[in-house]
C-alpha cells in the first residue's frame, strides 16, 4: 500500500513541477496549463521506457497534405 501512495505523491510532485517551470515562461494561465500539459504528457510517455530500458522510437510526423489518389 506504501509502494502505491508514493508513486501517487511522485506523480503529484511532477504536475506541480511542471506547472512552476512553465509559469516561468508565461503570465497567460491558458499557455501555462498547455506547457505544462504537454511536458506531463511526453514525461508520462517517456519514463515508463526509461524505466523498463525499452528503447524508444521516435514518432514521426508529416506536415504534408496528403496526397488525391
Do not use: C, N, Y
Not at 10 to 16: A, D, F, H, K
Not at 34 to 63: E, F
Amino acid at each position: 500500500m506504501k509502494d502505491h501512495i508514493r508513486k501517487t505523491a511522485e506523480l503529484g510532485e511532477l504536475v506541480v513541477t511542471a506547472f512552476d517551470e512553465a509559469a516561468r515562461f508565461s503570465t497567460d494561465p491558458r499557455e501555462v496549463s498547455r506547457l505544462a500539459t504537454q511536458a506531463i504528457a511526453h514525461m508520462l510517455r517517456v519514463l515508463p521506457s526509461l524505466h523498463w530500458g525499452a528503447p524508444t522510437r521516435p514518432r514521426r510526423v508529416s506536415h504534408e497534405q496528403p496526397t488525391a489518389l
